[in-house]
């Protein structure tokens, strides 16, 4: 796609930044680091950053509202389906349209300008999605092996300090991935893209906000014809496009191979963003889950080695070799880039230094300061030992090395989600079980909290990068936008921990048909097997992990061997992350990456100018209308479990 050229500047209506004036260079820069980082601050920042109000006090409270009631609407879909919405798009357009409406009543008399509403999408992520994101599987499999609730100060305090952990993890991690290496964090790229089409003016972004809008409406009618028929009459349930591909599912696939996964089932949203995440991952997802669910788990089941049929069961097998691809191949992508990584954390010794860090490097003084990491760090892993150790009696080195090890773990999570838009959370949580299977055998409490200590902190980075990509583009204050990912921890914490003890009061509901809890039993079964140590692992998961870890190490060492050929390989994140979901995700995502490089290929001006606003609608539309279907069928039973009824 052809970098885009700045238009003639034009007039701005009264209150709003004209988004037509200010390029999104979604394919970045070239050159070296700093000629990088000096292109976006010349051609982004100036004149954006600069200038527009962004870390407002009611840019907070907005998000900390949004935030806080679609982290109830998470942690219930999480309990149900082990699923969750990333929120930020959903808050940038329900922010915005809010504070219209609220301008138009008298309640503001001002808009937000759109660096305001960046932040505020900001802070709405982290207290929606990011924060407490381990209560539907790590707490929920504790109260299913213990029958019982941690008291709710330690709770509390285990959600907020995982989450202060996460955030500040991923400070050196900001300029390698979005600065350096410019991953494309497709959430985070879709965010900037909607932000832009709501702000922008003239022909051009007329005809961007049109797309956006039609695709939202598209994708919401979509999603209410396939599962909102029902909350209108049951007599319509019948005609819902889920019984229809239930039905063609049914006839084309048969029993056998739906068990596996494989059969087709229509969510846009998962098209949208394999256009956004292009063609190379959404290929390479495809290959990965039909080697694994049409060749691997027919040849395990056929053998006798797998025994289930759904895929709950069989994930269990498939996810040793996809998790052991990703983490040898993020580790070893990341190491490799160790000039990087030295001159990154480098920056530590401007801090004693007389001059200021601007004098050498303008982006010293607007990027988040490296003595956040380490007094967010040092001050997060104290916290965590001492509760680890009143807790579950884990011993002070064993909660020390777990954090180590979720750092090198979050630092895979962040760099998978930049390539898929997708955080592999739960398999990053397998990791640190089946190390603490080794390192403590038999105690499943302090299996399952130092698995949560990885996953937690993990998300936690992973949605504070996507955030911080969106702000990338859009010419933001990194250093302002981390402080209101920050703000919106409180909110999240508080909100998801008391929902959470509302919903779960004990340990019979989870398990149930109202809260199946699929993620929770995942995480609960893991410990089980593992409470024997390592040699409770079956053979054939030995060497799916030998075997995951080699094709990862060597499709990374290619890609950097044979630079040329390397759009032709497959990328090793997506391949290992086909490996822990159902085989029609990998289609979905193939098929919009497919139709993206066509229409790239046929007509380049049209899928510029289409592309990305389509597919962030796509996205948006969805991603609310689900949101909008939750609240219609599970919010008067969500009202009485919260009144005690």
């Not at 929606?128 to 790590?138: D, E, K, M, Q, R």
């Not at 997060?380 to 080195?397: D, E």
């Not at 289409?610 to 219609?632: D, E, H, N, R």
Request: aromatic share 10%; net charge positive.
């Amino acid at each position: 796609m052809a970098q885009p050229q700045p238009p003639t500047p034009g007039a701005s209506a009264p209150g709003h930044d004209n988004a037509a004036d200010h390029p999104i260079f979604v394919d970045g820069f070239q050159g070296t680091p700093a000629e990088i980082e000096r292109q976006w601050y010349e051609k982004v920042y100036l004149g954006r950053g600069d200038r527009m109000p962004q870390l407002t006090l009611r840019a907070v409270l907005m998000g900390t509202v949004l935030g806080g009631i679609l982290s109830l609407t998470n942690l219930y879909i999480g309990l149900k389906a082990g699923w969750g919405f990333g929120v930020a798009i959903t808050a940038c357009i329900v922010s915005y349209t809010s504070w219209n409406i609220f301008r138009k009543i008298g309640l503001a008399r001002t808009p937000m300008s759109i660096l305001e509403n960046n932040c505020m999408q900001s802070t709405a992520s982290a207290a929606g999605y990011s924060t407490g994101s381990t209560l539907v599987s790590a707490f929920a499999a504790y109260v299913m092996i213990n029958h019982q609730q941690l008291p709710l100060g330690q709770m509390l305090a285990w959600v907020f300090i995982l989450a202060v952990l996460g955030v500040t993890m991923a400070i050196p991690m900001k300029r390698q991935m979005i600065n350096t290496e410019q991953l494309r964090f497709p959430t985070g790229i879709a965010a900037a893209v909607t932000l832009r089409t709501l702000y922008s003016e003239g022909a051009k972004a007329a005809r961007s906000a049109r797309a956006l809008t039609l695709g939202g409406i598209a994708a919401a009618a979509s999603q209410f014809w396939m599962d909102g028929l029902h909350l209108v009459s049951a007599k319509l349930a019948p005609y819902s496009l889920s019984v229809f591909f239930a039905k063609f599912n049914a006839a084309t696939f048969g029993p056998t191979w739906m068990g596996r996964t494989v059969f087709f089932q229509w969510d846009p949203i998962f098209i949208a963003g394999g256009a956004l995440m292009g063609l190379r991952a959404g290929a390479s997802m495809l290959l990965g889950g039909t080697l694994c669910w049409g060749v691997f788990v027919p040849l395990m089941q056929a053998n006798g080695t797998i025994t289930g049929t759904g895929f709950r069961e069989v994930v269990q097998w498939t996810l040793w070799g996809g998790v052991s691809c990703m983490v040898s191949s993020s580790l070893l992508a990341f190491f490799m880039q160790w000039r990087t990584i030295v001159a990154a954390l480098g920056s530590m010794r401007k801090m004693f230094g007389r001059q200021p860090a601007a004098a050498t490097n303008p982006l010293d003084a607007i990027e988040t300061p490296m003595s956040w990491f380490f007094v967010g760090q040092g001050l997060a892993l104290i916290a965590v030992c001492w509760l680890g150790k009143v807790s579950f009696g884990m011993p002070v080195w064993q909660s020390a090395l777990a954090v180590a090890i979720t750092f090198l773990l979050a630092l895979v999570a962040c760099r998978v989600t930049g390539e898929t838009d997708t955080t592999p959370v739960g398999a990053m949580g397998k990791v640190t079980q089946l190390l603490f299977g080794a390192i403590s055998p038999g105690n499943l409490n302090i299996n399952l909290m130092s698995a949560n200590i990885t996953a937690s902190a993990a998300s936690s980075s992973a949605d504070l990068l996507t955030d911080l990509k969106s702000g990338y583009l859009l010419g933001a204050n990194p250093r302002k936008q981390f402080l209101a990912q920050f703000a919106g921890i409180f909110m999240g914490t508080i909100a998801t921990v008391l929902a959470f003890r509302v919903l779960v009061p004990n340990a019979e509901v989870l398990g149930s048909d109202q809260f199946p809890a699929p993620a929770a039993q995942s995480w609960r079964a893991v410990a089980m097997a593992l409470s024997q140590g390592l040699e409770a692992l079956q053979p054939v998961k030995v060497w799916s992990i030998g075997i995951g870890g080699a094709v990862g190490i060597i499709l990374t060492l290619l890609a950097k061997w044979c630079p040329r050929q390397q759009a032709w390989m497959p990328s090793a994140a997506a391949l290992g992350l086909s490996w822990t979901f159902h085989w029609y995700y990998g289609l979905l995502f193939c098929l919009g990456a497919v139709i993206g490089r066509v229409l790239e290929k046929k007509n380049p001006a049209l899928s510029e100018a289409y592309t990305w606003p389509v597919a962030s609608g796509v996205i948006a539309g969805g991603s609310l209308m689900g949101v909008l279907l939750v609240f219609w069928e599970n919010g008067p039973e969500m009202l009485r479990q919260f009144l005690g009824g």
